[in-house]
């Protein structure tokens, strides 16, 4: 995803822009699950037991060091409505708090909202935290809380988080520590949108004096944090500075701040943390794997996440229209072979777009269904007979990669070998990375196009998350594909407020998008870290982007 507009319901999507993995050719293997140990610690990638989930690291007990932390993008804006990738998001976690957050477990735990309330299906109140000081040093109202939500309704500022607002019917402060959301229809996801960007808050009239400079190297942000924002060298660094006023007293910073360097280039974030010189990075190389588990300037770590690596169909008026074709391109797929060549055995094969990490209610019946799903690769003879059956397609599967997400170019290249090896025709259109984010926001870009990569990543464990980007109509269904019976189930799963319910809806809807396969899954990738030596406390799991990690960090 480029960095601008993207609508959809959550704000974070994880978009094939990142960059954030490189090709490895370490072997992989069986994923073992641990708890981590005195250390954390997880055998090598290319071990015969592969990456090891590490579940949580041991609470920091000592001050740490201001932090040097490696971002592969420089954020566009800091503004939370304009916060819809990883680097603006990784930092603001750490700057901007929402109503509710989601913790290190993936619980929903309250944050600058103390407690919420339902009293009838069109209506949330949220009673605010006392004492709450914004880094301005003034005191955060409702009225700042209500001012903040209500920007994501404002056409006029085009807020990327505005599906998340699209069932709002009006938002006010009704009390001196109270605010009120109405609804104009039964939305059972907007409470847990509170704990992504959609609900962060900021001061409002620190906010109005920086006008259009909100978010920017000179208008800053002003909002209620363990850290603030102190410095933005422009091309460089963003440095936060520990808020001192911060009203967690329990999870103050255990360090003075971070600093957080813009290192685009893949090889070059693994030199600097081999050489000592950052304190940790998230979406580390797939290239530096082996290297970093060697080292002793710090240690690498693997997470649970919600990500889902997917092949998008853009078109179903080509070569992808028919699906018995898609099926037999996706059971020629050798999944394992991507998962080994390109993320060191750091993924587990994927059966639905949704990943198993998505699993936060009605976990039961959700890994039910997934397992009841077919493998998603197969036997070659059966790809055949669907080709044969619904007839080569005229024209090539026209397939596009970018060779700045090094994976990329292998990924596409197993997919074409698959197709290829069912009788199919395909091509890769290898494009820079400008034009290749231009593929997610321009449709005359994806004209001659029939798939592209992308990774998604939930805000939050709910799959409705993911399937609600493949109902019609939706902006990020890129094909125009249709399914009234779909729609129905996730329309319907989105409203329902029992979680059980929601999983049998939802359960229901993964079998037609399994089965369509619009998006054909991939892999659902693990969640590495990389902390320098001495350094313990930060989540594995991935909530980085939601949730204060940075003040967890400190030393042993």
């Given at each position: 995803?480029?960095?601008?507009?993207?609508?959809?319901?959550?704000?974070?999507?994880?978009?094939?822009?990142?960059?954030?993995?490189?090709?490895?050719?370490?072997?992989?293997?069986?994923?073992?699950?641990?708890?981590?140990?005195?250390?954390?610690?997880?055998?090598?990638?290319?071990?015969?037991?592969?990456?090891?989930?590490?579940?949580?690291?041991?609470?920091a007990?000592?001050?740490?060091?201001?932090?040097?932390?490696?971002?592969?993008?420089?954020?566009?804006?800091?503004?939370?409505?304009?916060?819809?990738?990883?680097?603006?998001?990784?930092?603001?976690?750490n700057?901007?708090?929402s109503?509710?957050?989601?913790?290190?477990?993936?619980?929903?735990?309250?944050?600058?909202?103390?407690?919420?309330?339902?009293?009838?299906?069109?209506?949330?109140?949220y009673?605010?935290?006392?004492g709450?000081?914004?880094?301005?040093?003034?005191?955060?109202?409702?009225?700042?809380?209500?001012?903040?939500?209500?920007?994501?309704l404002?056409?006029?500022?085009?807020?990327?988080?505005?599906?998340?607002?699209?069932?709002?019917?009006?938002?006010?402060?009704?009390?001196?520590?109270?605010?009120?959301?109405?609804?104009?229809?039964?939305?059972?996801?907007?409470?847990?949108?509170?704990?992504?960007?959609?609900?962060?808050?900021?001061?409002?009239?620190?906010?109005?004096?920086?006008?259009?400079?909100?978010?920017t190297?000179?208008?800053?942000?002003?909002?209620?944090?363990?850290?603030?924002?102190?410095?933005?060298?422009?091309?460089?660094?963003?440095?936060?500075?520990?808020?001192?006023?911060?009203?967690?007293?329990?999870?103050?910073?255990?360090?003075?701040?971070?600093?957080?360097?813009?290192?685009?280039?893949?090889?070059?974030?693994?030199?600097?943390?081999?050489?000592?010189?950052?304190?940790?990075?998230?979406?580390?190389?797939?290239?530096?794997?082996?290297?970093?588990?060697?080292t002793?300037?710090?240690?690498?770590?693997?997470?649970?996440?919600?990500?889902?690596?997917?092949?998008?169909?853009?078109?179903?008026?080509g070569?992808?229209?028919?699906?018995?074709?898609?099926?037999?391109?996706s059971?020629?797929?050798?999944?394992?072979g991507?998962?080994?060549?390109?993320?060191?055995?750091?993924?587990?094969?994927?059966?639905?777009?949704?990943?198993?990490?998505?699993?936060?209610?009605?976990?039961?019946?959700?890994?039910?269904?997934?397992d009841?799903?077919?493998?998603?690769?197969?036997?070659a003879?059966?790809?055949?007979?669907?080709?044969?059956?619904?007839?080569?397609?005229?024209?090539?599967?026209?397939?596009?990669?970018?060779?700045?997400?090094?994976?990329?170019?292998?990924?596409?290249?197993?997919?074409?070998?698959?197709?290829?090896?069912?009788g199919?025709?395909?091509?890769?259109?290898?494009?820079?990375?400008?034009n290749?984010?231009?593929?997610?926001?321009?449709?005359?870009?994806?004209?001659?196009?029939?798939?592209?990569?992308?990774?998604?990543?939930?805000?939050?464990?709910?799959?409705?998350?993911?399937?609600?980007?493949?109902?019609?109509?939706?902006?990020?269904?890129?094909?125009?594909?249709?399914?009234?019976?779909?729609?129905?189930?996730?329309?319907?799963?989105?409203?329902?407020?029992?979680?059980?319910?929601?999983?049998?809806?939802?359960?229901?809807?993964?079998k037609?998008?399994?089965?369509?396969?619009?998006?054909?899954?991939?892999?659902?990738?693990f969640?590495?870290?990389?902390?320098?030596?001495g350094?313990?406390?930060?989540?594995?799991?991935?909530?980085?982007?939601?949730?204060?990690?940075?003040?967890?960090?400190?030393?042993?």
């Amino acid at each position: 995803m480029t960095v601008g507009p993207a609508p959809g319901r959550s704000p974070l999507l994880a978009l094939a822009v990142c960059a954030a993995l490189t090709v490895s050719s370490c072997s992989g293997g069986t994923v073992a699950t641990g708890a981590g140990g005195a250390d954390g610690a997880s055998s090598s990638p290319g071990g015969s037991g592969g990456p090891v989930l590490t579940e949580s690291l041991p609470a920091a007990t000592g001050e740490a060091d201001t932090l040097r932390w490696a971002l592969y993008a420089e954020p566009s804006s800091l503004d939370p409505i304009y916060s819809n990738d990883f680097p603006p998001m990784e930092v603001l976690a750490n700057v901007c708090e929402s109503l509710v957050k989601v913790a290190p477990d993936f619980s929903f735990q309250p944050s600058l909202a103390e407690s919420w309330e339902q009293p009838d299906s069109l209506t949330w109140v949220y009673t605010l935290r006392p004492g709450v000081k914004l880094h301005s040093g003034a005191n955060l109202t409702a009225e700042d809380v209500a001012y903040s939500l209500n920007r994501n309704l404002d056409k006029d500022l085009g807020s990327y988080n505005d599906a998340v607002y699209q069932n709002v019917k009006d938002i006010k402060a009704t009390g001196d520590g109270e605010v009120t959301v109405r609804l104009k229809k039964p939305d059972a996801l907007f409470n847990q949108s509170m704990a992504t960007p959609a609900g962060r808050v900021l001061g409002r009239a620190a906010s109005e004096a920086a006008g259009k400079r909100l978010g920017t190297p000179q208008g800053g942000v002003d909002c209620t944090g363990p850290f603030r924002l102190a410095t933005w060298t422009a091309g460089q660094s963003i440095e936060l500075a520990r808020f001192d006023g911060y009203w967690d007293t329990a999870h103050r910073a255990k360090s003075p701040g971070i600093r957080f360097d813009f290192i685009r280039d893949p090889a070059a974030r693994v030199t600097a943390m081999l050489a000592g010189e950052l304190d940790g990075s998230w979406y580390v190389p797939s290239s530096g794997f082996t290297r970093l588990q060697a080292t002793d300037t710090g240690k690498l770590y693997f997470g649970r996440t919600s990500g889902s690596y997917v092949g998008m169909v853009t078109s179903l008026k080509g070569p992808l229209a028919d699906v018995r074709i898609r099926r037999a391109l996706s059971l020629a797929i050798d999944r394992p072979g991507i998962i080994k060549a390109a993320m060191s055995g750091a993924a587990e094969p994927l059966k639905a777009p949704a990943s198993p990490g998505t699993w936060g209610y009605g976990q039961d019946t959700l890994k039910a269904a997934y397992d009841a799903l077919p493998e998603p690769s197969g036997p070659a003879d059966e790809a055949r007979r669907l080709v044969t059956e619904a007839g080569v397609p005229a024209t090539p599967i026209t397939i596009a990669v970018t060779g700045s997400q090094a994976e990329m170019p292998v990924i596409g290249a197993e997919v074409k070998r698959a197709g290829e090896s069912v009788g199919l025709k395909v091509e890769l259109r290898t494009l820079p990375a400008d034009n290749y984010n231009a593929l997610y926001s321009d449709a005359k870009a994806r004209e001659g196009i029939d798939m592209i990569f992308s990774l998604w990543q939930t805000d939050y464990p709910d799959p409705t998350q993911i399937y609600q980007y493949l109902q019609g109509g939706n902006t990020f269904n890129y094909a125009g594909w249709a399914d009234p019976e779909f729609d129905r189930l996730i329309g319907e799963a989105t409203s329902a407020a029992d979680p059980a319910e929601r999983a049998g809806l939802v359960a229901e809807a993964q079998k037609i998008a399994a089965e369509q396969l619009i998006w054909i899954p991939l892999y659902a990738p693990f969640n590495p870290l990389y902390l320098g030596k001495g350094l313990t406390g930060a989540p594995t799991s991935s909530v980085q982007l939601t949730y204060p990690w940075a003040a967890d960090i400190g030393r042993s």
